[in-house]
Structures are given as C-alpha cells and as structure tokens.
C-alpha cells in the first residue's frame, strides 16, 4: 500500500475518506472547545499528513494552547505534515514507528489522543491491546477520537466501544452506522496508568493483508 498516494482522496469531500475526515475533525474541534483553560497536550497514532489535527488547529482559537505530537512512519507523508504545521510552533512531526511507546514519553498522558485510520489495519486482539493502552496515553478527563470501518466483517465498531468502557471511557459520541465507517469520541473517566518505555502497542499489518487472510 502506498501510503502517501492514499491520502490523495481527502481532497474529495464527498469521497469516503473525506467524509470521514470531516467528522473527526469535527470531534477534534469539540474536544478543544470543551478543554479547560491552559495548556493542552495532545498526541496522534499513524498521523499520516496530519490532516484531522492539524486542519482544525490551524483555525482553532485554542490553537496557541496546544503541544501536539505527532507520529508517522511514512516519510513523504512526514513532510508533507511538517509543510502543513508551518506557523503551529506547538506541533511536532515525529518521523518513526507509532507503534512504540517511546515515542510519546514526555507529552502523555495527552488531553486528546487519536487513533485514526489504524484499527481496521490491524488484528482485532491488537485492537483491544491499542485501547489497553489508550488508558496510559490519556490523561483521566482527556478523549480518545477513533476510526474503524464497517466494511470489514464482522463489525467491530460495537465491540471498540465496550472494550473503551470496560477500561473506564465514557461514551461521547459514534458516527451513524449507516455511513460505512465508524468515528467515535470517548472520554477517560478511569485511573490513569503510567506508560511504560519499550513496549509495542500493535502491529499494524494493513487492511488489504489482512482481507487476504
């Protein structure tokens, strides 16, 4: 899968992903506007171009407050975020594995976190494991915003919801099952759980992997 042509079909807003896309970012303008005061953090799994965080931020009021990290394996499409953070000073482009909890040292445990675009990459126990670790990346009160689609069978968007509030994740909002795609918002009510360095959180193995097996 070439990732970086991938994002060519964000810039259709009536296309799948840029339908998606709009409901994210949706949900991420929510979580800044309901943020407390002050500093916010907020960290990004398989970022990608950055489009869902950084298209909001850069016409958010709140955009001044926020220290973003963001995580991407793909080098063209590591540039072309960087390109598209120019006058975000608050945001930072990781190139690297999103996978490895290192990379998020020092910013989590985030008022927002996203992981967007991987659980339909990846098996359905990583999925779970992800979210396991989704309660040491967010902060207690901070969101989660999460895709999956529900072109893959069996559906899993039921089941990520009850896996997030068995871990303590409120229920903020999910996307209508008829559109094709989940896109859902949890907040964080539980404990919170110290990151631990030099784990793995997930493989991520690609959609089209895994509809062959």
Known sequence: ???????EKYDSPDSYLGRRLALVQDRVRAALDDAPPGPLTAVSLCAGQGRD???????????DDVRARLVELDERNVAAA??????LPGVEVVAGDASLTDHYAGLVPADLVLICGILGNITD????????HCTRLCRTGGTVIWTRSRHIEP???????AWLEERGFERLWVSDPGLGFG???????GELRPLVRG???????????????
């Open 199 to 213: 784990e793995r959180m997930f493989e991520f193995v690609g959609y089209d992997v895994l509809r062959a097996r």
């Open 155 to 161: 559906d899993l968007v039921p089941q990520v919801c």
């Open 1 to 7: 899968m070439d990732w970086h042509d991938w994002h």
């Open 53 to 63: 965080l950084i298209g909001v931020l850069a016409g958010h009021p709140r955009r």
């Open 125 to 132: 126990a990583d999925v779970e494991r992800l979210l396991d």
């Open 183 to 189: 896109v859902g918002a949890h907040r964080f009510g």
């Open 82 to 87: 960087r390109a598209a953070a120019v006058g």
